[in-house]
């Protein structure tokens, strides 16, 4: 079976680099999609409240035969219980919808700036309670910005163990990536595909054919090699058997190069700016 490398979180706990995520897929077709990532050898899966399949990815697991310990899960806070007490409630249902006594990684979704006065910071002060009693292994973000980050380092005590940010070859992210390296904050690339479509850029194509492999190969493969943690999302066996088969071949630094190049800025951002992302339904 594949070797998934760790990373190694500012924690102390460690997270595998290579997962599964489960956005967009249907409850009803949840449990079989993690069932067949667990059978190839996933230990890793990407999930929230607001994906609606938390209970699944549970059942999934159990069904599975593995112990709970081998494999990492993630949820998030959904957008609408940012306030301490709405967040301590959502948190018990979190785990109660998985079956599980703890998460992994519990990770605010959304920062908000705009709603809730802005105040992301007692939100995240409650996310402190979590890790503290141990339900919640580790703590971090999703789509912070430097200037929320820089909020957090000000005002409170814990340093989130990861940011999950949108990133793909034509959303580098850079700034707010490297903050992460600066800080001990380790990144975490949400849409790695860009949700297929960087599949069908020219450089990715020639690469993907010079390698031998295919264009998602090389596309997650350029992720690990930059130090990001990835979970692709397929509801396809063979996708998501393909996604896992990246750790027995190595891209040459000039095709590194050559797919950073591909960058576009905040023109190539598929979701919502976090600035402005203020949907709570
Ligand atoms: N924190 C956040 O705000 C946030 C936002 C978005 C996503 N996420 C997380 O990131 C995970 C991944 O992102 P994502 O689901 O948006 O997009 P993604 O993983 O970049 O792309 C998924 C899409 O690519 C297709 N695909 C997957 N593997 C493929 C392959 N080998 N060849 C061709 N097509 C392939 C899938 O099709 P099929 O399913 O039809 O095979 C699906 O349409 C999510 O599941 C979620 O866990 C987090």
Redesign the pocket.
């Known amino acids: 079976m594949t070797d998934v490398p760790s990373i190694q979180l500012n924690d102390g706990n460690s997270i595998p680099q290579l997962g599964f ?4 897929i249907p409850p009803e077709e949840t449990a079989e999609a993690t069932r067949v990532a667990l059978e190839l050898g996933y230990r890793h899966i ?1 999930t929230a409240e607001m994906y609606g399949n938390e209970r699944e990815v549970g059942e999934a697991l159990r069904a599975s035969g593995l112990d709970r310990g081998e494999v990492f899960v993630t949820s ?1 806070l959904n957008n609408g219980y940012h306030r301490p007490d709405d967040a301590r409630r959502a948190f018990d249902q979190t785990l109660s919808e998985l079956g599980f006594d703890y998460v992994d990684l519990f990770l605010i ?1 959304w920062p908000l700036p705009t709603l809730y006065d802005g105040d992301y910071v007692s939100t995240w002060k409650t996310l402190e309670e979590f890790k503290a009693d141990g339900r919640a292994r580790s703590i971090g973000v ?2 912070f910005e430097v200037d929320h980050l820089e909020r957090l380092a000000a005002e409170t005590d814990v340093v989130p163990a990861v940011n ?1 940010i949108e990133l793909h070859p034509y959303l580098l992210n850079e700034e707010v990536r490297s903050y992460g390296e600066e800080h001990g904050i380790a990144t975490e690339a ?7 479509e960087v ?1 069908r850029d020219p450089v990715i194509v020639e690469i993907a054919e010079r390698a031998a492999r ?1 264009p ?1 190969q090389v596309v997650l493969r350029w992720h690990v090699q930059r130090g990001n943690i990835v ?6 066996p063979e ?1 998501i058997r ?2 896992f088969e990246l750790f027995d071949f190595e891209l040459e630094p000039g095709d590194i190069e050559r797919i950073n190049g591909l960058d576009r800025g905040e023109a190539g951002r598929n ?1 919502p700016h976090p600035d402005r992302m203020a949907y709570t339904g």
């Open positions: 995520g489960v956005f967009q990407d998030k979704h999703s789509n999950q949400w849409s790695p595909l860009k949700q297929g599949l295919t998602a979970f692709p999302k397929s509801t396809t996708r393909e996604n979701g």
